[in-house]
């Protein structure tokens, strides 16, 4: 399965918002207002892994990283359940 990774975008808030529901227990869900700052944060990194599905790009997990003058920190990884397992948080951690 080809995985491509690129930086998010406000189009992505809706699938980020789904893939919070779908992963995390309620109490630990990032709010939308929460996700909507972290896409436009230049402190932050919100990326997008997407697969092929039907010759469509298929979004099906994300990372939000914060940024530091000299390290990162990887604040969540997140896969859609029925894609876990088939390398794509490793490709968003690789990335």
Do not use: W
């Amino acid at each position: 399965m080809k995985t491509i990774i690129r930086k998010s975008d406000p189009d992505d808030l809706e699938f980020l918002e789904h893939l919070e529901k779908r992963c995390f227990p309620e109490f630990m869900q990032s709010s939308k207002k929460a996700i909507k700052y972290s896409i436009s944060s230049p402190f932050q990194k919100v990326l997008i892994a997407e697969i092929f599905e039907a010759n469509q790009k298929k979004p099906v997990g994300s990372v939000t990283i914060y940024l530091y003058p000299k390290t990162i920190r990887i604040f969540s990884i997140a896969v859609l359940p029925e894609f876990q397992n088939k390398g794509v948080g490793k490709r968003l951690l690789e990335y």
